[in-house]
C-alpha cells in the first residue's frame, strides 16, 4: 500500500505552511524506524516473562523507552506533531529552502519523547551503577534541563535559539560527567559483572549523546540538511541509543539480581517481616543486608553478625 500520509495530512499547521519539510521518502524511513521501536518493545516485553516478576524493573524500563519512541515514529512518519518555524540561515541549497527561505517543519513530539525517555535510559543506567536516589534524581533533573532548552531553542526564530542551545550543552556536559564519572565509581564498587555492564551501556549511551548537539546544529538550529536527512539522523541514532542500548543492557543483566544493585524489590506472594526477611513458598530469603552487616541476628555476607535489641 502507498503512503499517503503527507497527502492526508499537509504541511500546513498552526497557521502557517512549511516550506522545507519531510517528503514521501523521509515518512517511508520514519515509518521504518516505527517498526523497529515496536518490534524491541515486544522483544523485551517477552524477555520480562523469563524472569521473576522481582526481577523485570529493567525490563519494564527499557520496553517503556521502545513503546514511547514507537509513538513518536508513529506521529511524525505520519506527519504531524510538528510546527512551522522560520529559519534564521538562508542557504542555497534548494533542499533546504534556497535563496528564498521560508519556514522549516519542526517536530516538537520528538521531544516530548526524549522528555520521557531519556530520563529512563538514565535510570537504566545509574540504577545499574547503584547510585544514589538524590544524585539519581538530579542528574534527571539537568537531563530535563537539556531536552526542554533544546525544545524552546528549536521554537525560536532568532539567533537566541543558541542560548537555549548553550544551557542545554552545559546540562549535557553534567550528565555526562556524572555518568561516566561518578556512576562508573559506584558501578565498579559493586563487581566486575556490575562493572562491565555499566561500562559497555554507559560509554555506548554517552558517545551516541555526543553526536546530538551535532545534529541539533544541523538540522534545527543552522537548517543545514533537509528534514529526510534530519529524520535519518535521527533515527539512526535512536535506534543505536534504545533498542541497541536495550538489548546490550538486558543481556548484561542476565547474571546480575536486583538485590545486588540494592533493589529489593517484593512480589505479591513474598510476606514482608519486620526484619527484612521474606518467605515465599516456604523458603526464607534475607534482604536486609547493608554492606554485609544485616539485623536481628541474621548473619551477613562477610559473616559479621549485627543483634538488635527487642
Not at 537566541?160 to 556512576?183: E, P
Not at 561500562?199 to 538540522?219: E, K, R
Not at 521474606?278 to 536481628?296: A, C, D, I, L, P
Request: charged share 10%; with cysteine.
Amino acid at each position: 500500500m502507498a503512503n499517503d500520509a503527507l497527502d492526508v495530512n499537509g504541511n500546513t499547521n498552526n497557521g502557517g505552511t512549511a516550506q522545507i519539510a519531510i517528503t514521501t521518502r523521509g515518512s517511508d524511513w520514519l515509518w521504518a524506524v516505527t517498526s523497529v521501536m515496536t518490534v524491541a518493545t515486544f522483544v523485551f516485553m517477552g524477555l520480562s516473562f523469563r524472569v521473576p516478576r522481582s526481577h523485570r524493573v529493567f525490563h519494564y524500563i527499557t520496553a517503556s523507552i521502545t513503546l514511547m519512541a514507537a509513538i513518536s515514529y508513529f506521529t511524525m512518519a505520519s506527519n504531524l506533531g510538528w510546527t512551522p518555524i522560520q529559519i534564521q540561515f538562508v542557504r542555497n541549497n534548494p533542499k533546504v529552502g534556497g535563496l528564498e527561505g521560508g519556514n522549516r517543519e519542526i517536530f516538537y513530539v520528538r521531544y516530548i519523547d526524549w522528555f520521557i525517555t531519556t530520563p529512563l535510559l538514565l535510570m537504566d543506567l545509574l540504577l545499574t551503577a547503584g547510585l544514589p536516589w538524590p544524585t539519581i534524581l538530579f542528574t534527571i533533573l539537568m537531563d530535563e534541563v537539556m531536552v526542554v532548552t533544546g525544545l524552546v531553542g528549536a521554537l525560536v526564530r532568532t539567533s537566541y535559539k543558541w542560548g537555549f542551545f548553550t544551557f542545554g550543552c552545559v546540562a549535557f556536559l553534567f550528565v555526562a560527567w556524572n555518568v561516566t564519572w561518578v556512576a562508573r565509581k559506584h558501578a565498579q564498587a559493586l563487581g566486575p559483572d556490575i562493572s562491565r555492564t555499566f561500562l559497555i551501556c554507559g560509554v555506548w549511551t554517552i558517545s551516541l549523546w555526543f553526536l546530538y548537539p551535532i545534529a541539533w546544529g544541523l538540522c534545527e538550529g543552522g537548517n543545514v540538511i533537509s528534514p529526510d536527512s534530519e529524520a535519518v539522523f535521527y533515527g539512526i541514532l535512536d535506534v543505536l541509543a534504545k533498542p541497541v542500548f536495550g538489548a546490550l543492557l538486558l543481556w548484561g543483566h542476565r547474571n546480575i539480581h536486583p538485590q545486588d544493585l540494592g533493589l529489593h524489590i517484593r512480589d505479591y506472594d513474598e510476606v514482608p517481616t519486620r526484619t527484612g526477611v521474606h518467605e515465599k513458598n516456604g523458603v526464607t530469603s534475607h534482604t536486609g543486608v547493608n554492606n554485609g552487616v544485616t539485623n536481628n541476628g541474621l548473619i551477613g555476607t562477610n559473616g559479621t553478625t549485627a543483634t538488635s535489641a527487642v
